[in-house]
DNA sequence: CAAATCCCCTGCAGGC
DNA sequence: TGCCTGCAGGGGATTT
């Protein structure tokens, strides 16, 4: 499922197939969930602009187009951002972006409709976009100390929450509270000014650890040229409940906390 | 404002 | 073999 690392890794690699180049032709499917802006508009929007820039704003992309407007993505559960070089459109293919140079197009693809495209006028904004709180590579031990005073709620919700953090999903919350050796379920308001500076270290960590990686291949994720990242590898907890905890040898648990699995070992986290 | 719940969607694993 | 159920989860909307 992509997370930041994820969706840094698809806009480092997607942004050299947009940026400069004319869009010519905007195919879609049929209107659905995934699209914010109507499928007509969309490709009536999108036709003729050329992409000036990619930026990446906690999981969200936003492409700046040379009329002012811009283009907001968001890659949900499942949706892949693929080269053309990479497969062919088929039935889970929403988006198709061709150009005019001829070279490879821009696929979207997304399983279960959970991602999301909407275009944006100049100078408009999207709600989705101004409620983010501070990107996660950003984070510091003030950060996480000042928002986690009124949190009742586990560390683990305070983490998930875009509005604090922007980037953050459940594996890189699961390894960020294993590296910092927190429990997950440990009240917010609870957290001491050196556990959030450990905590904030760590979420750093594993989140340029995991771009480093190419993102975490589970579920759907692939890279734009359709190879695979490898962060799934370095996993110490995710997924990982009932086996042996990598750093004490017993055994990794498996809770839910706010409708999301959660993994984390019992003896390290505290 | 915080927190809990439901819902969108599809593929897959597990049970019988 | 095949059907049915439950589960995965980002995040918006709604309710408490």
Redesign the pocket.
């Known amino acids: 499922?992509?997370?930041l690392p994820e969706v840094e890794v698809t806009r480092r690699a997607i942004a050299p197939l947009l940026i400069g180049r004319k869009l010519e032709k905007v195919t879609t499917a049929s209107a659905?969930?995934?699209f914010l802006t109507p499928p007509a508009t969309l490709r009536r929007r999108l036709e003729g602009r050329t992409v000036e820039r990619l930026e990446r704003h906690?999981?969200?992309l936003l492409a700046s187009l040379d009329d002012g407007s811009r283009l907001l993505l968001?890659?949900?559960?499942?949706g892949q951002l693929l080269s053309s070089t990479a497969g062919r459109p088929d039935?889970?293919t929403h988006l198709v972006i061709s150009f005019a140079d001829r070279g490879p197009s821009l696929l979207f693809r997304d399983?279960?409709?959970?991602g999301?495209v909407r275009w944006l006028p100049p100078g408009k904004s999207d709600?989705?976009l101004d409620?983010l709180g501070l990107d996660a590579l950003a984070v510091t031990a003030e950060h996480l100390f000042d928002?986690s005073r009124?949190?009742?709620?586990?560390v683990k919700?305070?983490l998930?929450?875009?509005?604090v953090l922007?980037?953050?999903?459940?594996?890189y919350?699961d390894e960020a509270l294993f590296l910092a050796a927190l429990k997950p379920t440990r009240?917010?308001?609870t957290l001491t000014r050196a556990e959030c500076a450990r905590l904030a270290a760590a979420i750093v960590s594993v989140l340029e650890a995991g771009i480093i990686a190419g993102g975490s291949s589970i579920?759907d994720f692939v890279r734009p040229d359709g190879s695979d990242g490898g962060y799934q590898e370095q996993h110490q907890v995710?997924?990982r409940g009932g086996e042996p905890c990598p750093r004490c040898g017993g055994t990794i648990r498996?809770v839910?906390i706010?409708?999301?699995?959660?993994a984390y070992c019992p003896a390290c986290q505290r």
């Open positions: 499922m992509p997370e659905s969930y995934f906690g999981k969200y968001h890659l949900g559960m499942t039935a889970h399983v279960r409709k959970f999301k709600p989705r409620k928002a009124r949190r009742r709620a586990a919700t305070l998930l929450d875009q509005k922007a980037g953050v999903g459940n594996i919350a009240r917010a308001r579920d995710y997924g498996r839910v706010g409708q999301r699995s959660s």
